[in-house]
């Protein structure tokens, strides 16, 4: 069972059809209540985030913590957009 929130930081996080993100970065709190509200995975998979960009994962998708994490949800493909001046 998880103790503290920083345990989940370096942990490798795929999709729950096995498809790897990246790995915790660092976890975002919502101080106030106690709990985790977010994941920053970092080193992403450039298949699944364009640029291997940094990706904010809501804690709801997440389905389990153990050695690894597991999300119930996470979309195909996360392009970048805007003007790169």
Do not use: C
């Amino acid at each position: 069972m998880l103790e503290e929130s920083s345990e989940l930081i370096g942990l490798q996080v795929y999709t729950r059809e096995g498809m790897f993100l990246g790995t915790v970065d660092n976890v975002v709190m919502d101080i106030e209540d106690g709990k985790v509200d977010g994941l920053f995975v970092g080193d992403t998979n450039p298949i699944m985030v364009e640029g291997s960009k940094s990706a904010l994962v809501p804690f709801r998708w997440v389905s389990a913590v153990g050695d690894i994490v597991v999300l119930t949800h996470f979309p195909e493909r996360v392009s970048i957009s805007g003007d790169e001046d």
